[in-house]
């Protein structure tokens, strides 16, 4: 599917046209979201890459209309879920690490919910790696605690 490459160039696009001083098409933090998310179908590694890379552009933007929120974060955790990546959880729980380490900064937008964790359960399922089950266990004691 190419989904994600569409996505990202119309995103592509409204970036251009809104350079060119058409303020009504400037993207915001849902245009970004719906990009990762169509990159998240996609699957495999490119895509997850692509995710990762509009996450960090979001993060690093300083534009308010782009921070990413706790839709962003998991649809990038989502990515990984789907990546058929064989640190998949591993790399699901980093980007959840990272969503906690901005909400502990201030950015309460991106709080981890229940979508979060349960992604990140899921990357680990399908890895099959031994610690997954530990994980897990973890990942829901810890949203227990969070009174998620």
């Known amino acids: 599917s190419d989904a994600g490459v569409q996505a990202e160039r119309i995103l592509n696009?409204?970036?251009?046209?809104?350079?060119?001083?058409?303020?009504?098409?400037?993207?915001d933090v849902v245009s970004y979201n719906t990009v990762i998310n169509?990159?998240?179908k996609t699957g495999g590694l490119v895509a997850v890459q692509r995710a990762e890379a509009i996450l960090?552009?979001?993060?690093k933007s300083g534009n308010n209309r782009i921070h990413p929120n706790n839709k962003t974060y998991s649809a990038v955790i989502d990515a990984w879920a789907r990546s058929g990546a064989s640190?998949?959880?591993?790399?699901?729980?980093?980007?959840?690490?990272?969503?906690?380490?901005?909400?502990?900064?201030?950015?309460?937008?991106?709080?981890?919910n229940m979508v979060s964790y349960n992604t990140?359960?899921?990357?680990?399922?399908?890895?099959?790696?031994?610690?997954?089950?530990?994980?897990?266990?973890?990942?829901?004691?810890?949203?227990?605690?969070?009174?998620?």
């Not at 699901?92 to 950015?107: D, P, V």
């Not at 610690?131 to 969070?146: F, K, M, P």
């Open 38 to 40: 169509a990159w998240s």
């Open 13 to 27: 696009r409204m970036l251009e046209r809104h350079s060119q001083g058409f303020g009504q098409v400037e993207p």
């Open 120 to 148: 990140v359960i899921s990357a680990w399922s399908k890895t099959g790696l031994e610690a997954s089950q530990h994980t897990g266990e973890n990942l829901v004691s810890t949203a227990r605690s969070s009174k998620i």
């Open 56 to 59: 960090d552009k979001t993060e």
């Open 87 to 112: 640190d998949a959880g591993v790399q699901a729980e980093r980007i959840l690490n990272r969503m906690l380490e901005r909400h502990s900064q201030g950015f309460k937008e991106v709080e981890p």
